[in-house]
């Protein structure tokens, strides 16, 4: 989040404070020149959380107070509001007279600002990766009615596994625009390299405006420098108005032409030549990956746009929402089976089920196939709906006949599940049994036409 351009020096580090409100204070995550942020247990939820805090001793008919108010009411009014993967939950606002303080989901990670120079840059697809779970986050925090305005490397925080990016979540709303608010409201407020000229001018914003500060971060990410840059403000603000950003062909090799243009779309000065919203945005990012227009990191690693992508596009989860799919992604165990895998044997005790998301199983009863399930359809949903043991007891053998990708759950999964998304699975499975008991009824009421 942007401070005023007069602050007051950062003070000499305090002492840890034991307590906030009814948080118990761990350690020290980070400190600026108007507000600290602690990690703290929240002992109600029985899990660590970050605390934002503003700075003790603030003046309070000061400059710098005046717009940390602002700040912290703008993020205070998002209190359980946006409940996104992607983004950080803000769980509580507390208005205490000396020192407001905000309480957050805590996110055990590094800004993606590590990964802005030339000497620690990320493989493409991890870039492209990233861009796509921003946009889809950012489409859904603006149909909230929610506007971030800054966008940029230190307010997007990197779950890593190792030195690679599993994962990326948005903070500091701050600076965000309620369109639901109807408190007056800070203008021309960002991160000066990675503001829109329209945000410049302090019009009126829509989406197009943080899609141009995504892309700028995109920019920094790929290039190891930022589109626009200089020592002073009056020269970025300058290249941001006048100036066309390099290509990236030309700043690093393995950039593709799509890739250059799509970004350099999305900066574009005059916002009606950007991607109209978010959705397209993103799609044109996972249609990057699905081109193969970026190069591999890994050839083996399925990354999660291509699983989300793959979702949306089935049957089973057609009443599904982006918020939904993305814990399906994450919490369900994806498997490559070969032909001839036995996913069920006759007589086997299990508790899991499969959707097919690709390839094809043969269901055999007796030595007889009696039924082939493609991509779309579900197999042994009755370990998740059996109301006792022996329903579990598969009565046939299920093999694959085509190389398969399965989607695989277990009760013990599906109740990690929000009460949201269980539901609708439970939806998806009575459409299954529907459809299955009317093919059932056909073939006793129809014989010869089944056959």
């Known amino acids: 989040m942007t401070t005023p351009a007069s602050v007051a020096p950062i003070p000499r580090l305090a002492e840890l404070p034991p307590q906030i409100g009814k948080y118990r204070v761990l350690a020290r995550l980070g400190e600026g020149a108007t507000s600290e942020v602690f990690l703290a247990h929240d002992a109600f939820r029985g ?34 509001q946006l409940i996104h993967p992607n983004v950080v939950q803000i769980l509580d606002a507390v208005a205490d ?5 905000l309480v957050m989901e805590y996110v055990d990670g590094v800004t993606l600002r590590r990964f802005c120079r030339a000497d620690a840059l990320l493989p493409l697809d991890q870039i492209v990766e990233i861009g796509f779970k921003c946009a889809m986050a950012l489409a859904y925090v603006y149909r909230q009615g929610v506007i971030h305005r800054d966008v940029k490397p230190a307010n997007l925080l990197a779950v890593m596994d190792g030195d690679q990016v599993v994962d990326v979540k948005i903070t500091d709303f701050g600076s965000a625009f309620n369109q639901a608010s109807e408190v007056t409201q800070v203008y021309r407020v960002g991160s000066l390299a990675y ?32 589109p626009f ?17 390099a290509s990236l062909r030309t700043l690093r090799e393995g950039v593709s032409q799509r890739l250059d243009d799509l970004v350099l779309q999305a900066l ?52 599904f929402g982006d918020v939904e799919l993305w814990e399906v992604v ?37 030595g007889e196939r009696v039924a082939r399930l493609v991509m779309g359809d579900s197999v042994g949903e009755m370990a998740y709906l059996a109301p006792n043991p022996e329903l579990r007891v598969h009565a046939a053998e299920v093999l694959v006949s085509e190389p398969a990708t ?18 609708l ?24 036409r089944i056959l």
């Open 330 to 366: 994450h919490r369900a165990r994806w498997q490559r089976l070969p032909y001839g895998h036995a996913i069920y044997r006759k007589g086997q005790e299990g508790d899991d089920f499969h959707i097919l998301a690709g390839g094809s199983v043969d269901v055999y009863r007796d």
């Open 406 to 423: 399965t989607i695989a759950f277990t009760p013990q999964t599906l109740s990690q599940l929000s009460m949201a998304t269980r539901h």
């Open 195 to 226: 503001m829109s000229p329209e945000q410049l001018d302090g019009d009126t914003l829509d989406c197009r405006a943080d899609i141009y500060s995504l892309a700028a971060v995109l920019y920094h990410l790929i290039a190891g420098r930022p």
């Open 47 to 80: 899990c660590n959380v970050a605390i934002k805090r503003v700075r003790m001793g603030l003046l309070p008919d000061s400059p710098e107070a005046h717009f940390q108010r602002r700040f912290f009411a703008a993020e205070a009014a998002l209190v359980g």
């Open 97 to 101: 007279d000396e020192a407001p303080y």
């Open 425 to 448: 699975f439970d939806g998806a499975f009575i459409k299954v049994l529907v459809r299955r008991l009317h093919a059932a009824h056909e073939a006793l009421a129809h014989p010869r």
């Open 268 to 319: 574009a000065k005059d916002r009606a030549q950007r991607p109209a919203d978010w959705e397209q945005f993103a799609a044109a990012l996972s249609a990057l990956v699905t081109d193969h227009e970026v190069p591999r990191a890994s050839l083996q690693r399925v990354l999660d746009s291509e699983r989300f992508n793959l979702l949306r596009s089935l049957e089973f989860f057609q009443g």
């Open 229 to 245: 840059d200089a020592t002073r403000q009056a020269a970025i603000m300058h290249q941001i108005y006048k100036l066309e950003p």
